[in-house]
């Protein structure tokens, strides 16, 4: 199986499956001196970390990150840094519970990768889906977590703005409430209302959808390229790879659509360190290229597809049949793509902040 890369100079190798022995990446391309410890690294795992509520699934990993190469003491300072070497990180899995996909290995799960990897390849890991499982995207919060050492005075943050049908109050928005709840939502009163609501979803079986939308501050002007290097274009690439998302927009995007000219252009004025905007619909970028306001993008994450309402499928053999799929899954996966989302965003400045530093000095 090829393309499990991303990123160009800031580049990002993930491997293992989510029943298998562990899961990991290697990143390459990080800058040497960088100072770097496991414990950073962990920070960012514990917050995608399963089992943390009742909101999202069951299953018990600790995600205990190790650092296998690219890192050592500085010989005068004793610091640990990083050595320009490719970072290698490894994720132990610890419990995986095969047995509860056996009665669904040969039928294919509705919503799931399950009929597309068979067509592709000919077979699949029916033991919760392998590489198209979430539990890989713990690797990409590990690679993020590197990203974000790369980025002085950068800040990339995430909150879930919406689930199902009910938006959070903008007036409302207060990002250190993100951390006060289990939905990673910055309005504490739609976060009460959410708590109610997703335990009828998770009571009856079923799941429900979500928008996330990230917001990175401090990103320089001058990131990007026109045409075939945007950056809206690698972070619309890097937030549609993350599991169960199905659109992702950069500053007003689909609302743009009904705005007048007037109204979309974010007009300018000379301030006292230069031009500045005076409303940010493009989402901080122009062109491709960062304008030095924030970047802010948003993505709509589906239902969960493993529920417990029976389904309508096929088999292997090409039979009709029906499915019910057991195990432990979230009721909202958009919940815990807050931390990815982040990691995500974070590997693209950081691949673009190393190119640009390459191209113009």
């Given at each position: 199986?090829?393309?499990?890369?991303?990123?160009?100079?800031?580049?990002?190798?993930?491997?293992?499956?989510?029943?298998?022995?562990?899961?990991?990446?290697?990143?390459?391309?990080?800058?040497?001196?960088?100072?770097?410890?496991?414990?950073?690294?962990?920070?960012?795992?514990?917050?995608?970390?399963?089992?943390?509520?009742?909101?999202?699934?069951?299953?018990?990993?600790?995600?205990?990150?190790?650092?296998?190469?690219?890192?050592?003491?500085?010989?005068?300072?004793?610091?640990?840094?990083?050595?320009?070497?490719?970072?290698?990180?490894l994720?132990?899995?610890?419990?995986?519970?095969?047995?509860?996909?056996?009665?669904?290995?040969?039928?294919?799960?509705?919503?799931?990768?399950?009929f597309?990897?068979?067509?592709?390849?000919?077979?699949?890991?029916?033991?919760?889906?392998?590489?198209?499982?979430?539990?890989?995207?713990?690797?990409?919060?590990?690679?993020?977590?590197?990203?974000?050492?790369?980025?002085?005075?950068?800040?990339?943050?995430?909150?879930?703005?919406?689930?199902?049908?009910?938006?959070?109050a903008?007036?409302?928005?207060?990002?250190?409430?993100?951390?006060?709840?289990?939905?990673?939502?910055?309005?504490?009163?739609?976060?009460?209302?959410?708590?109610?609501?997703?335990?009828?979803?998770?009571?009856s079986?079923?799941?429900?959808?979500?928008?996330?939308?990230?917001?990175?501050?401090?990103?320089?002007?001058?990131?990007?390229?026109?045409?075939?290097?945007?950056?809206?274009?690698?972070?619309?690439?890097?937030?549609?790879?993350?599991?169960?998302?199905?659109?992702?927009?950069?500053?007003?995007?689909?609302?743009?659509?009904?705005l007048?000219?007037?109204?979309?252009?974010?007009?300018?004025?000379?301030?006292?360190?230069?031009?500045?905007?005076?409303?940010?619909?493009?989402?901080?970028?122009?062109?491709?290229?960062?304008?030095?306001?924030?970047?802010?993008?948003?993505?709509?994450?589906?239902?969960?597809?493993?529920?417990?309402?029976?389904?309508?499928?096929?088999?292997?053999?090409?039979?009709?049949?029906?499915?019910?799929?057991?195990?432990?899954?979230?009721?909202?996966?958009?919940?815990?793509?807050?931390?990815?989302?982040?990691?995500?965003?974070?590997?693209?400045?950081a691949d673009?902040?190393?190119?640009?530093?390459?191209?113009?000095?």
């Amino acid at each position: 199986m090829s393309h499990n890369t991303f990123g160009h100079m800031f580049r990002v190798t993930t491997f293992g499956e989510s029943h298998g022995p562990a899961i990991g990446c290697v990143v390459d391309g990080c800058p040497p001196m960088i100072p770097l410890e496991a414990a950073e690294i962990q920070l960012d795992l514990d917050r995608r970390r399963p089992g943390q509520s009742r909101f999202t699934t069951q299953r018990q990993e600790p995600d205990a990150v190790k650092i296998l190469s690219g890192v050592m003491a500085h010989p005068q300072t004793g610091v640990q840094v990083t050595t320009g070497t490719p970072i290698a990180l490894l994720i132990e899995n610890t419990d995986q519970r095969s047995k509860d996909y056996s009665e669904i290995k040969d039928k294919f799960r509705p919503g799931h990768a399950d009929f597309t990897y068979e067509a592709k390849y000919g077979l699949r890991d029916y033991r919760g889906g392998g590489r198209s499982s979430a539990r890989e995207t713990a690797t990409r919060v590990a690679a993020g977590a590197i990203a974000r050492k790369v980025l002085p005075g950068v800040n990339v943050r995430a909150a879930l703005v919406q689930m199902g049908p009910h938006k959070i109050a903008r007036e409302n928005w207060n990002w250190e409430e993100v951390g006060n709840n289990p939905f990673f939502c910055p309005d504490a009163e739609k976060a009460a209302f959410y708590a109610d609501y997703l335990d009828g979803i998770r009571k009856s079986g079923s799941s429900i959808g979500a928008v996330i939308e990230v917001v990175a501050d401090g990103v320089p002007a001058g990131l990007g390229a026109p045409i075939y290097g945007k950056i809206d274009s690698d972070i619309a690439a890097a937030l549609m790879s993350i599991n169960a998302v199905k659109g992702v927009e950069i500053g007003d995007g689909f609302d743009a659509a009904a705005l007048t000219g007037e109204e979309n252009a974010d007009e300018m004025r000379m301030g006292n360190n230069g031009p500045t905007f005076m409303s940010n619909h493009a989402g901080g970028i122009l062109g491709g290229i960062s304008t030095g306001q924030s970047i802010i993008a948003r993505f709509a994450v589906k239902p969960t597809s493993s529920i417990l309402s029976p389904r309508k499928t096929v088999d292997r053999a090409g039979t009709d049949t029906d499915i019910l799929t057991k195990g432990r899954h979230d009721p909202c996966v958009g919940i815990r793509a807050v931390p990815v989302a982040e990691a995500m965003v974070a590997c693209v400045i950081a691949d673009h902040f190393i190119r640009h530093r390459g191209q113009v000095g």
